[in-house]
Nanobody, 123 residues
C-alpha cells in the first residue's frame, strides 16, 4: 500500500520561503504523476502544481513564478519550493501520487493522498 509522508510546513512571514517535501513508499510501481494540492480554511481543495514522470509540469496561475515543483531521480520524492509567499498561500498542503494500475476491466489510475502539512503565511 502506497504511503506518502510530507514535511517542511511551518509559519513564515510574507515574502518568505518554504520547501515542502513528500516521500512515497510501499510500491515498486512507477508514480506517473506526483503533485501538491492545498486547502485554505473554508475553501475547496485546489491544485497547486503537478509533475508527470514524463517531464510535464503544471502550476496554478496563482503560484506561477513563485513556486517550483520538482521530483528526484528515483521518482519517489516530490518537492515544492515556495518563494515570495503571501497570506493567500496559507492552508494545508497535500501531496498526491498517481499510479497506473490494471484490473480485469482495464487500466485505471489510483491516487494516494498524504496527511497534509500546514503552511501559514503571516502578514
Amino acid at each position: 500500500q502506497v504511503q506518502l509522508v510530507e514535511s517542511g510546513g511551518g509559519l513564515v512571514q510574507t515574502g518568505g520561503s518554504l520547501r515542502l517535501a513528500c516521500a512515497a513508499s510501499g510500491s515498486r510501481l512507477n508514480y506517473i504523476l506526483m503533485g501538491w494540492y492545498r486547502q485554505a480554511p473554508g475553501k475547496q481543495r485546489e491544485l497547486v502544481a503537478t509533475a508527470h514522470s514524463g517531464g510535464e509540469i503544471t502550476y496554478a496561475d496563482s503560484v506561477k513564478g513563485r513556486f517550483t515543483i520538482s521530483r528526484d531521480v528515483t521518482g519517489n520524492r516530490v518537492y515544492l519550493q515556495m518563494d515570495n509567499l503571501k497570506p493567500d498561500d496559507t492552508g494545508v498542503y497535500y501531496c498526491t501520487a498517481d499510479q497506473r494500475l490494471y484490473s480485469p476491466s482495464g487500466p485505471y489510475t489510483s491516487t494516494t493522498w498524504g496527511q497534509g502539512t500546514q503552511v501559514t503565511v503571516s502578514s
